[in-house]
Nanobody
Framework: QVQLVESGGGLVQAGGSLTLSCAPSGDTFSGLAVAWFRQPPGKERQFVAALRWSMGGAWYGESLKDRYTISKDRANHRVILQMNNLKADDSAVYYC??????????????????WGQGTQVTVSS
């Protein structure tokens, strides 16, 4: 399994922006899909976005594509999640995950093998 280091969470006012990053500790994303999921209090883990490090394409959770952007920072070998126009409903623990899902499972928790510890995002209204 890949150890993942997440950073960038915090408290922000509604309408603000946050940037999360995910990097592999002592490892590489080569050949893997890298995804972000989130888990609001008392709810199931939800798919946010994913990309394939060695290939093109990006996938987004329902209604997030207009506010969230997932991208590769090749210089620092990390994946960035840019979140704009944040809303109170975006408050959750955000998790980075890696794996080798097929396209039909790229939006599912089961498609990923390695998970980070999570970073808290709180949006105040």
């Amino acid at each position: 399994q890949v150890q993942l280091v997440e950073s960038g969470g915090g408290l922000v006012q509604a309408g603000g922006s946050l940037t999360l990053s995910c990097a592999p500790s002592g490892d590489t994303f080569s050949g893997l899909a890298v995804a972000w999921f989130r888990q609001p209090p008392g709810k199931e883990r939800q798919f946010v976005a994913a990309l394939r490090w060695s290939m093109g394409g990006a996938w987004y959770g329902e209604s997030l594509k207009d506010r969230y952007t997932i991208s590769k920072d090749r210089a620092n070998h990390r994946v960035i999640l840019q979140m704009n126009n944040l809303k109170a409903d975006d408050s959750a623990v955000y998790y980075c995950a890696t794996g080798r899902p097929i396209v039909s499972t790229i939006r599912t928790v089961g498609g990923y093998r390695s998970w980070g510890q999570g970073t808290q995002v709180t949006v105040s209204s």
